[in-house]
Antibody, heavy 119, light 110 residues
Framework: EVHLVESGGGPVKPGGSLRLSCAAS????????MNWVRQVPGKGLEWVSSISPRTTDRYYADSVKGRFTISRDNAKNSLFLQMDSLRAEDTAVYYCASMTGYGYGPDYWGQGTLVTVSS | QSVLTQPPSVSAAPGQKVTISCSVSSPYSENYFLSWYQQLPGTAPKLLVY???KRPLGIPDRFSGTKSGTSGTLDISGLQTGDEADYYC???????????FGGGTKVTVL
């Protein structure tokens, strides 16, 4: 059974940095693209970033390009999101989501971790 | 720029059917493969449909997806109170190299 557990969320001041982690289990992590998706409380879903299995391809939403960096450690079955120059509008629940073969998008999701950017 | 447009809300009585539309405004809409997600209150999204009409293992056939031209739909038949949730369509935009979500549709069981 696929299991994704995010961590690293919390309060941070505008302009600050935070690093999110996602621990994956139940599938061969190194074979599949991984994603970060966020959701402002009470609002819709927004895709943030994707990374290919061997990190050759990384994609970002325009809203985070140049500020966020996605990475992964296949040896440790872990996904990361380094978030720099944080803004109030980055406040959201951040979900880690896998793409294990059900179509071209996220299939399994973690429970999310809340990031709050506020002075 | 691609956009997926969904109605904000739909409703029906228990046992009835609801249809949620997802309109694709993109020059490449014919190449879109839609996925549909259910998000129950306070929980993470769950994949219901992928590749326009396929269901992952364990998803009941009460949930069915279709796509024709620039529009996709998710039908929920035999509506149950447990189906009250937000539903999102999504697709990978090859021209933007980004995944896009619709704005979401709230399903209410009357």
């Amino acid at each position: 059974e696929v299991h994704l557990v995010e961590s690293g969320g919390g309060p941070v001041k505008p302009g600050g940095s935070l690093r999110l982690s996602c621990a994956a289990s139940g599938f061969t992590f190194s074979l599949f693209t991984m994603n970060w998706v966020r959701q402002v409380p009470g609002k819709g879903l927004e895709w943030v970033s994707s990374i290919s299995p061997r990190t050759t391809d990384r994609y970002y939403a325009d809203s985070v390009k140049g500020r966020f960096t996605i990475s992964r450690d296949n040896a440790k079955n872990s996904l990361f999101l380094q978030m720099d120059s944080l803004r109030a509008e980055d406040t959201a629940v951040y979900y880690c989501a896998s793409m294990t073969g059900y179509g071209y998008g996220p299939d399994y999701w973690g429970q999310g971790t809340l990031v709050t950017v506020s002075s | 720029q691609s956009v997926l447009t969904q109605p904000p809300s739909v409703s029906a009585a228990p046992g009835q059917k609801v249809t949620i539309s997802c309109s694709v405004s993109s020059p490449y809409s014919e190449n879109y493969f839609l996925s549909w997600y259910q998000q129950l209150p306070g929980t993470a999204p769950k994949l219901l449909v992928y590749d326009n009409h396929k269901r992952p293992l364990g998803i009941p056939d009460r949930f069915s997806g279709t796509k024709s031209g620039t529009s996709g739909t998710l039908d929920i038949s035999g509506l149950q109170t447990g189906d009250e949730a937000d539903y999102y369509c999504g697709a990978w935009d090859t021209s933007l190299n980004s995944w896009v979500f619709g704005g979401g549709t709230k399903v209410t069981v009357l």
